[in-house]
């Protein structure tokens, strides 16, 4: 079984239309992130979070909000989706420290109308 | 000026070629580097960490100069499997909100061709 898992994998979406994507991991660690990828403009950070009760937002959070459920789940949400959040959408969890690697989730494709 | 910037390409390379990729970053403060491997569609995967004195896996070798704020990528001896957009990533890692944030790259893109 996979490490990190999102949900839905594929999401077509409306204008105005409240969503959740939801990622669940089971290596254990405390740090989590929500990113986007566009084409042209790389992997964006939304949020991320270091632990339960931590929060961040990161250099792209206008239009989102983040919930960190337990230790293994971090969803994301789109409040009012709007057509320029059609993106690729990537969860990835951490452990601590500088240099620990990020393992991503399959990602979510998530296209808004 | 980006905090991390790649050459976007594409390179076109045939198989066994040598080819090298180029990394610049702007917070002289940053503490870690990587390179990740990304195939179309699919999620990031990390190749590999970048260390000050240079380190090498089979056919890749990654390189940093601190100085100059410049990582490199050589890849040897070609394969139609390397074929893929590699990101070059950084880790600020000093205090506060910054530890732990990765800053990707917009990727370079490989193919390799028989």
């Known amino acids: 079984d996979a490490d990190v898992t999102q949900t839905p994998r594929n999401r077509i979406t409306k204008t105005g239309k409240r969503i959740m994507l939801e990622c669940s991991q089971t290596?254990?660690?405390?740090?989590m992130y929500w990113y986007r990828q566009d084409p042209g403009l790389g992997l964006r950070l939304i949020y991320y979070?270091?632990?339960?009760?931590?929060?961040n937002k990161g250099e792209i959070s206008d239009g989102y909000s983040v919930s960190r459920q337990a230790q293994a789940k971090f969803s994301l949400s789109l409040e009012s989706a709007i057509p320029n959040q059609t993106a690729l959408y990537f969860c990835?969890?951490?452990?601590?420290?500088?240099?620990?690697?990020?393992?991503f989730g399959p990602g979510t494709r998530l296209t808004v109308l | 000026r980006k905090e991390v910037e790649q050459d976007p390409g594409p390179f076109n390379v045939p198989e066994g070629a040598t080819v090298a990729f180029n990394c610049t970053y702007s917070?002289?403060?940053?503490?870690?580097f990587f390179w990740y491997r990304q195939d179309c569609r699919k999620e990031p995967k990390l190749l590999m960490s970048?260390?000050?004195s240079g380190n090498e896996d089979g056919r890749f070798t990654a390189q940093l100069n601190r100085a100059s704020q410049y990582i490199s990528l050589l890849i040897r001896d070609s394969k139609l499997s390397d074929s893929a957009t590699y990101l070059c990533?950084?880790?600020?890692?000093?205090?506060?909100?910054?530890?732990?944030?990765?800053?990707f790259g917009q990727g370079t893109i490989l193919t390799v061709h028989p």
């Open positions: 990835a969890t951490s452990g601590s420290g500088i240099g620990y690697e990020q393992f």
């Open positions: 290596k254990g660690h405390d740090r």
């Open positions: 979070s270091f632990d339960v009760k931590d929060i």
């Open positions: 917070n002289s403060a940053s503490q870690s």
């Open positions: 970048v260390y000050s």
């Open positions: 990533v950084v880790n600020i890692g000093y205090g506060g909100t910054s530890y732990g944030k990765l800053t």
